[in-house]
């Protein structure tokens, strides 16, 4: 089954950007769709980007439209999630997550595999 691996969190600025990366193995990406999540402290992990198998279908969460962008390299094996204009409240731990079944799910439940997470602190 696969496995993910989320990297590229940091302590930035507000205004700043990161790309995150979350790099698949012992399966190929391009067979699940892919989502990024995030949780602040405190708060339940809530649903931030997500992008079909082969990447024709993108979907983002109203808080981080026209700000974040998700793609992915299927030959890489690896997501991205490039956050630009980062705010102070996009601080969180962010996990990209995989699932099997092609369709939208922004519902933590919804997705079979995790990675470990990535800390991003933007401070103003």
């Known amino acids: 089954q696969v496995q993910l691996v989320g990297s590229g969190g940091g302590l930035v600025q507000a205004g700043d950007s990161l790309r995150l990366s979350c790099a698949a193995s012992?399966?190929?990406?391009?067979?699940?769709?892919t989502g990024w999540f995030r949780q602040a402290p405190g708060m339940e992990r809530e649903f931030v980007a997500a992008?079909?198998?082969?990447?024709?279908?993108?979907y983002y969460a109203d808080s981080v439209k026209g700000r974040f962008s998700i793609s992915r390299d299927n030959a890489k094996n690896t997501a991205y999630l490039q956050m630009n204009s980062l705010k102070p409240e996009d601080t969180a731990v962010y996990y990209c997550?995989?699932?099997?079944?092609?369709?939208?799910?922004?519902?933590?439940?919804?997705?079979?595999?995790w990675g470990q997470g990535t800390q991003v602190t933007v401070s103003s």
């Open positions: 997550a995989a699932r099997k079944v092609n369709t939208l799910a922004r519902l933590p439940g919804s997705y079979e595999y």
């Open positions: 012992g399966g190929t990406l391009s067979s699940y769709f």
């Open positions: 992008i079909s198998r082969l990447g024709f279908a993108i």
